[in-house]
């Protein structure tokens, strides 16, 4: 259904993407996910969710953005009750 080849990362803009699952009957969606920022999504989802042009700008990222990421918070020690 959808071409990998022919679909930029939403959230990153990234150039391609790879296909990672298709429906169970053929042609209803498919999920790709960007080899950049990881962003996974199902083709079935609204415009919001997969298309660069209708992601919320908030929430996009350049390639520029992702080298800079700050690093994941470690999880902070159990409280004591
Ligand atoms: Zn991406």
């Known amino acids: 259904m959808a071409d990998p080849t022919a679909t930029?990362?939403?959230r990153c803009a990234h150039q391609s993407v790879d296909l990672v699952f298709s429906s169970p009957v053929p042609g209803v969606w498919d999920v790709l996910q960007c080899p950049q920022c990881l962003y996974m999504w199902r083709t079935s989802e609204?415009?919001?969710r997969t298309r660069r042009?209708?992601?919320p700008?908030?929430?996009r990222m350049t390639a520029e953005d992702i080298?800079?990421?700050?690093e994941v918070p470690a999880v902070p020690p159990l409280r004591t009750p």
């Open 8 to 10: 930029i990362c939403p």
């Open 46 to 48: 609204p415009d919001r």
């Open 53 to 55: 042009d209708a992601y």
């Open 57 to 59: 700008e908030p929430f």
């Open 67 to 70: 080298r800079n990421a700050p």
